[in-house]
């Protein structure tokens, strides 16, 4: 209803104050810019996924437990709105939408039943995260041509899906098979940086350009899988292209 709503409403304002300020600003400053400095891009992009972690390894009798992450892949679409400041710089804010697909997997457990019968069990958790993002964008372009450029975007992500398929295998699928609801702690909040190249190429007396932007990007607030409390988090390599209209 419209009172839950209000407080819900409320509750994100409180959180995250201080980001709605600085987009705030940031949507007050680019209003300003000259019209015809602006330029408008949509772009869907490949990500293949790079956990960063240390794995946890416990010496259970004579079996070393092995933790791990697989790389995995996602994709992103974003909208970005950028404006120029001057013939080299322009700044961007925009909406964007991914989805991160990870695999982990816990190896060499022992129950009590693989302690007498000489087994290993195991936790396979094949998981992904849906998240929305405001990112925000510096723009370098060097060269006049404006073809080439560096680009470096600052977003906050927000989780809006997490799903997530686990299998046991060994005795612990006997043993506890409900035991394990899920294997990792995701944050519903986090902040987000990338950076990498840009080339344009305009077509159309420069009212229409085609964009490819790769880029490393690197989540900065860590996650946890639970199992022993190991601290993870994500980084990827984008390949994005798109098209742009200026204005």
């Known amino acids: 209803n419209s009172l839950s709503l209000a407080f819900y409403l409320e509750g994100i304002f409180q959180t995250h104050s201080s ?19 602006r330029k408008l891009e949509i772009s869907m992009g490949y ?12 010496n259970f009798s004579t079996t070393r437990l092995k933790e791990k992450f697989y790389n995995r892949n996602g994709y992103e679409v ?11 710089i322009a700044i961007g804010i925009g909406f964007g939408l991914q989805e991160q697909k990870y695999y982990y997997t816990l190896a060499n457990l022992l129950t009590p039943d693989d302690i007498i019968n000489g087994t290993t069990s195991s ?6 995260i849906a998240t929305v993002s405001i990112p925000l964008s510096l723009r370098y372009f060097p060269a ?4 080439f450029g560096l680009v470096l975007d600052i977003g906050y992500y927000r989780k809006i899906k997490f ?4 299998t046991l295998s060994g005795n612990l699928a006997v043993d506890r098979p409900s035991s394990y609801s899920t294997t990792t702690q995701t944050k519903d909040h ?6 990498g190249p840009k080339f344009e190429v305009p077509m159309f007396n420069n009212k229409i350009f085609i964009a490819f932007n790769p880029s490393y990007q690197v989540w900065l607030v860590k996650n946890t899988a639970l199992f022993f409390g190991t601290p993870f ?7 994005n292209m798109g098209i742009g209209f200026s204005f």
């Open 47 to 58: 990500k293949y996924l790079i956990p960063i972690y240390k794995p946890a390894e416990n």
């Open 19 to 37: 980001i709605i300020i600085l987009y705030s600003f940031s949507f007050l400053f680019i209003s300003r810019v000259n019209a015809q400095s």
């Open 123 to 128: 936790i396979e958790s094949d998981f992904s």
């Open 233 to 239: 988090n994500f980084s990827s390599i984008n390949a």
């Open 78 to 88: 974003q909208l970005i709105s950028s404006y120029k400041i001057n013939s080299k």
């Open 144 to 147: 006049a041509n404006k073809r």
């Open 190 to 195: 986090n902040v987000v940086i990338s950076f």
């Open 163 to 166: 799903s997530e398929e686990i």
